[in-house]
Structures are given as C-alpha cells and as structure tokens.
C-alpha cells in the first residue's frame, strides 16, 4: 500500500540555522511527492512538490528531491528564519488511485531569533 | 490565491447530537471538496470526496450515515456529524479543487470538533 513517514518532531532551530526534515515513503505506482506548509491558524499550503524521479521542487527557498532509490523527499532549506516556524506535511499522490492523498504526520518546526 | 474557508474553526457538543461543518471557497468555483479527517500526532486521512450536485464518494471505513456530507453549490460544501460520540472528536480539514485532479487542492483550516 502507500504511506508516508516522516520525521518527528518538535523541531527547535535557531534563525539561519540548515533545515533538514526527512520524509519517506512507500508506494506501488509511481507517485507524485509534495511537501505542504501549515501556519499557524491556516490550511495547509503547497510548499513545493516533485512528480517524477529526480526531479527537485523548490520554493522559497526549501528544496526536495525526489529519491526512487532510497524512497525519500527529505526537506532542506540552508538558512530558516522565524517565519518559517509552522507545522510540515510530507504527502503523495498515487496516479493509480486518482484523488488520493497520503499524508505523513507533520513535522513541526520552530525557529528561535 | 485561492482561499477555502471552513465554520466553525471549533466546537463541542454532546454525546447523541449532530454538528455541522461548513467549507467554502471564497474566490473560486469548487468542482470537488475533500473532508480529512486528523488525529493528534497522526496524518490526515481522507473521508470522502464530494463533486458539486451528487452523492459523495467515501472511503472505505467510513461510515456514510454517520458523516454526511453534501455539496449543494460550487462554493458550499457541509460534514454533519449525527448522534456525536466521544470517538467522533477530531480535526476535521476540508479541501477544495476546481477541477477533479489532485494537483488543484486548496485547504481550510479545519475544525476542532470535541463531543463531550
């Protein structure tokens, strides 16, 4: 089946320190990858995502590369800032089953001036 | 961008009542809307998918007479949770796209829902 895992948190870094929240996950088709971001008080919004292998998504500065060899979307970003304290969802969507969305269990991450 | 909202953002009620969810999309046309459904420390399961003008489609496990869902208008989506028990309390996101295919989600905050 599919599945997502990622790590756990709470994540505390200090304002530009290197981010690194790993994410993977198993699959039987070929899936898409996202990373989606949750602020405080607000839905969740797509981060950035990655639909085939070895494709790199990227967004403000946050990167992932879709792995197929060792099954992971881990999330770096070189340098956070405080606003990026919120709450991180590594998911995929299987083509096979159309709609689908597996999400991990959120990672949540706080930055400290 | 487009903006999903949802009402009320929390609520509690008691055990053998029903609640209602609302999710709107406020600057777009909602084709479909997804209600997930979040445990603490845990993913967002997907509940159903609803298309504008038919019967929702649940997943399996979820119990349709339970959690009803109706999607009346392309902006309006609502979850009524009927006769709440305690095992009920959730988080419960909806999501809405304006075409059928995944890439188009758009998420509300979720709804805190405590049945006590």
């Known amino acids: 089946g599919n599945s997502v895992t990622q790590m756990e948190g709470p994540v505390t870094l200090s304002e530009e320190a290197f981010l690194t929240i790993n994410c993977t996950y198993t699959?039987?088709?070929?899936?898409?990858l996202f990373w989606y971001v949750q602020y405080p008080g607000e839905g969740l919004q797509l981060l950035l995502k990655?639909?085939?292998?070895?494709d790199k998504g990227s967004n403000k500065g946050f990167e992932a590369t879709y792995r197929k060899e060792t099954t992971s979307f881990h999330l770096e970003k070189g340098s956070v800032q405080v606003s990026d304290s919120a709450v991180y969802f590594c998911a995929l969507s299987d083509p096979d089953t159309g709609n689908q969305f597996y999400f991990g269990t959120g990672t949540s991450l706080t930055v400290i001036p | 961008g487009a903006v999903v909202s949802q009402h009320p953002s929390w609520v509690i009620c008691k055990s053998g009542t029903s609640v209602k969810i609302e999710c709107r999309s406020l600057d777009f046309q909602a084709t479909t809307m997804f209600w997930y459904r979040q445990f603490p420390k845990q993913s967002l399961m997907l509940m159903a998918t609803?298309?504008?003008?038919?019967?929702?489609?649940?997943e399996q496990g979820v119990e349709k007479d339970k959690f009803l869902i109706n999607h009346a208008s392309l902006t309006l989506s609502t979850l009524t949770v009927t006769s709440a028990h305690p095992e009920d309390s959730s988080f419960y996101i909806c999501?809405?796209?304006?075409?059928?295919?995944?890439?188009?989600?758009?998420f509300g905050p979720g709804t805190r829902l405590t049945v006590t």
């Open positions: 999501s809405a796209s304006q075409t059928s295919g995944w890439q188009e989600q758009y």
């Open positions: 990655a639909t085939k292998a070895d």
């Open positions: 699959a039987t088709g070929y899936p898409s």
């Open positions: 609803s298309n504008e003008g038919s019967k929702a489609t649940y």
